[in-house]
């Protein structure tokens, strides 16, 4: 991607001042649960001028095309599925296709755009990009993009430096510069036309004004100004060339300049009953936050010859008001209901770990952020990232901010089932709570919310069958244990208190063969043991039986002859 430039702001400390859209969602989501986004779409339409062609493919997870060629009739390549490769310019928008669990609050990424800027002499001025959101089978939108695109000439030269873009160029009656041995010559501007107009003032802190101008500032040309020379005169610094290019940042001239203001649209989203908004943050450069916050840009320049990408942010916010949200995971599974499919099987004994997410699904900042869980025992813990902050605290001040979700954690171990029901288990289940207080007036607001999670524990009854006697030779005995309640994540294993050998071939309960060993058979009996294992080696269930050991009895034989 070339280097791109942009006005920039950020998300966080200014998400009201965004491009927000307002977009009332309803759509079939999981009350009181995180939406899942399986799939985004942008499709283009009213390209501006009959140039080049677009192309939507019927597919809503493809990379949708508009480009254009030098020649208006040169079509022949158009649409191209490898426009990155081509000698054709144009735009893409390759919606997200992977599965995203969307909780109220936090980042959403819908996709990426690109422009593939080639040279070329016809263009378009303008297009549409309607962005669509699918929730299974509910498709949200469109949010539309009315996009404008600035085709520049490909000659000039690229002109970066201090002195900004060529309407701001300097000339020997229209500046004013502070002394370069003194402050950064890059920090240097334009203030107005001097001398003969007394409107602008230079000062040291690169302001202008009328009102009451200290003594020490003077435009150059004027009594008392500072020594340095105006651009063009003897010992100025460099004056800009003539023949730059129109924008700045440039690699290659000449850049081009993409335009999106505010997207539009009017659609409606419930969960768990509760009105929310989708706020359209706007496009940025960085495409792969690891910190939830990004600059967002309303327009970008473009570099010649290279594919310049921008990717699209939102977030699912509650309807202008304060609100947090909380999200249970047990063993990393988001549990729905008791009889949610996806719900953890547990063996008793082995490890449970519960996270806890949350997050700012409201319009205001929230501090003194507690995280409780109503199973006593079961103490949430937050993850330190740098100390004493939460691993989400991503600027580390306390508050659970807009786009911030904020992590905990707490691990226990699965029940014991004092009466198992007829498949071998029982039910837990536990709520968290997560609190914060949002500086509301004229009195702050507690704001709550909770999340049930459940899992299954399960154990099991074994039996390594009756006690019985076997004679030395061929001292072998075939096992066959049983279980109240076979399950996968169960394991079977027998021991011997002698030094017999085990063997199967199969399953290990009814397949097992023992055979005496050297020390069992100059004993009386060796004791077998059938044990059961969770999948994290704990013992479940265990039982005993007695193999006795008969000496094979000797016969004598007396021979007499008569």
């Not at 001042?17 to 939406?35: D, G």
């Not at 320049?301 to 202008?320: D, F, K």
Request: hydrophobic fraction near 25%; include cysteine.
């Amino acid at each position: 991607m070339g280097f791109l430039s942009y006005r920039n702001s950020r998300i966080r400390s200014r998400i009201k001042n965004l491009l927000l859209v307002s977009i009332c969602l309803i759509a079939l989501v999981s009350t009181c649960y995180a939406a899942i986004l399986t799939n985004v779409d942008g499709r283009w339409s009213d390209m501006s001028s009959d140039v080049g062609c677009m192309y939507n493919s019927p597919d809503t997870e493809d990379l949708n095309y508009a480009s254009w060629s030098s020649s208006a009739s040169d079509t022949s390549s158009c649409p191209n599925p490898s426009l990155s490769g081509s000698t054709l310019s144009g735009y893409g928008f390759d919606g997200e296709s992977e599965d995203q669990v969307i909780q109220p609050g936090q980042l959403i990424k819908l996709g990426t755009f690109c422009h593939y800027n080639k040279p070329v002499s016809n263009s378009i001025d303008s297009i549409k990009l309607s962005v669509y959101l699918y929730f299974g089978t509910e498709v949200i939108g469109p949010i539309t993009f009315n996009m404008n695109h600035d085709e520049t000439t490909n000659s000039g030269s690229c002109c970066n430096g201090p002195y900004g873009p060529t309407t701001d160029c300097c000339h020997n009656d229209d500046c004013c510069e502070f002394d370069p041995s003194q402050y950064d010559p890059d920090d240097w501007d334009c203030r107005g036309s001097c001398p003969g107009d007394d409107s602008y003032y230079c000062d040291q802190n690169w302001g202008s004004g009328t009102d009451n101008p200290p003594d020490y500032t003077r435009c150059c040309g004027e009594s008392g100004a500072y020594t340095t020379p105006c651009c063009g005169e003897p010992g100025a610094l460099p004056c800009r060339p003539t023949n730059c290019c129109e924008y700045t940042p440039c690699t290659s001239p000449c850049p081009d300049k993409v335009t999106f203001p505010s997207a539009t649209g009017d659609l409606t989203f419930e969960i768990d009953g509760r009105e929310y908004t989708l706020q359209i943050l706007g496009f940025t450069f960085d495409c792969d936050p690891d910190d939830g916050v990004s600059d967002i840009i309303s327009y970008f320049v473009t570099q010649e010859g290279a594919n310049n990408c921008a990717c699209l942010y939102g977030r699912i916010s509650t309807a202008e008001e304060p609100s947090i949200y909380v999200e249970k995971r047990t063993n990393d599974v988001d549990v729905i209901s008791e009889d949610d499919p996806n719900r953890p099987t547990i063996p008793s004994g082995c490890p449970v770990t519960w996270t806890y997410n949350v997050s700012n699904s409201g319009n205001m900042d929230l501090s003194s952020i507690t995280v409780t869980d109503n199973q006593p025992g079961v103490t949430p813990t937050p993850v330190i990232g740098t100390a004493p902050y939460n691993i989400g605290d991503l600027d580390k001040d306390n508050v659970l901010d807009l786009l911030e979700v904020w992590e905990y954690t707490e691990v226990g171990t699965a029940i014991s089932c004092s009466s198992p029901d007829v498949d071998c288990g029982c039910e837990y289940s536990n709520t968290a709570t997560a609190t914060g207080i949002a500086a509301t007036t004229p009195t702050p607001t507690t704001e709550t919310a909770t999340d049930m999670s459940y899992y299954r524990s399960i154990s099991t009854v074994v039996n390594a069958g009756d006690d019985l006697a076997i004679c030395e030779s061929p001292g072998e005995v075939e096992l066959s244990g049983t279980s109240s309640c076979p399950n996968s994540l169960i394991t079977y294993e027998w021991t011997s208190s002698g030094d017999g050998s085990f063997s199967s071939t199969g399953d290990p309960l009814t397949t097992t063969t023992y055979t005496l060993g050297t020390n069992d058979k100059s004993g009386s009996s060796v004791t077998i043991t059938l044990n059961a294992k969770g999948p994290c080696g704990n013992a479940l269930s265990s039982d005993e039986m007695t193999v006795t050991i008969v000496d094979v009895p000797t016969i004598n034989v007396i021979a007499t002859v008569e």
